[in-house]
């Protein structure tokens, strides 16, 4: 089929990391994609999160597409020159609770126990109140504000085709409607995060999707050394798939909610992230419904600053940036959809897309689409 100009053998709609791991996977198949995107960059989920790549702590589908998306964020940062590190993921446990937790996952290999000592080597932890904690060895750790626009500029290299300030306003079977006209498509990709309501209402209400809305911080600093890795505590560990379920984590979920409800209140995942500049990420909270209202409870940054205080053995953190991330909410971790023929509808739905959306898209592609593995050797 020869292809006109408002052609493509694959447009994706929107420009977050799902639609950019849709965008990857079909123009290293020699594909002609078009990303078409209402904002004039990617500005949503995909540059307000922590930089976190959590594979190690996923289970599941989720893990599998956690280690999919590992191996592409590495070939990513390599050839689109963005910094990416290596580092794992420490987690400093202050209950026996949380090392029984630890201690479980780790059987299944990926998670090193540290003792207290060694933990304090790699992160500036005050000792009080430490007994220990672990590496988590996969999991990786990017700046999203600097990745996501090197991955856009890689793509344009590529052949991709963005499309910024324009709005899709609908879809049908071999074509996107714009704000811009109208698109052919040989496939299409809907990749909208929680704004799919307004594209394609019937299937977001079908999967009970809602926006996710989470608060968090950027601080300098006055570390004695740099965090080896990003820093989860028994917050997290009572979120993510690996750690959450079994008697050992409901002891802790019970245990956290009992001791702190202000802060179970803020649904919080205390964890830490340090930027190549030296600023620290802290957060985050969650407050989930339809619309989430766009103000910020000051009482959820004064617990982020009070518990870094608590945990780090520093001064106060001086606070740079404050801000509200959204992401898409359902009660599965991923919305995969193919209900109109020639359209595939993707989000992760439990606010690891970063961890996991590469693989996501990569995977889902090829299943729904028929293709074949890319190439070796492609870009």
Known sequence: MTLSHDSADLVVIGSGIVGLGAAYAAVRRGLRV?????????????????????????SGEARRYADASRELWLRLARDAGFWLRESGTLVAARHRDEI????????????????????????????????GGAHIEPDLQTDPRAAAPAIVRHLVALGVEFRFRTAATGVAAGRV?????????GAIVVAANHDIDQLLPDVAESRGVERCALDMMRAAVDFARPLAAPLLTGWSLVRYGR??????????????????????????NQMYTQLPDGTLILGDSHATATAPVPFQPEAAFTAFLAEAEVLF?????????????????????????????????????????????LGLAEENLTAAFGWAPAMEGTP
Request: net charge negative.
């Open 34 to 58: 078009i990303v078409v995107d209402r904002t004039d960059a990617p500005v949503g989920a995909t540059i307000r999160n922590f930089g976190h790549l959590c594979i190690g702590a996923q």
């Open 100 to 131: 029984a937790v630890l201690e479980h996952a780790a059987q299944d290999g990926g998670i090193r126990m540290l003792e207290t000592d060694e933990l304090r080597r790699l992160a500036p932890l005050r000792a009080e109140g430490l007994v």
């Open 177 to 185: 409607l714009t704000s811009r006209g109208a698109i052919e498509a």
């Open 243 to 268: 750690f959450a379920e079994g008697p050992a984590a409901t002891s802790l979920r019970e245990r956290l909610h009992a001791e702190r409800p202000e802060l179970a209140a803020l649904d919080l």
């Open 313 to 357: 053995d520093i001064p106060a953190p001086r606070v740079l940036e404050r801000w509200q991330g959204v992401y898409a909410k359902a009660p599965g971790d991923f919305l995969v959809d193919t209900g109109v023929d020639g359209v595939l509808v993707l989000a992760a739905t439990t606010g690891i897309g970063m961890t996991t959306g």
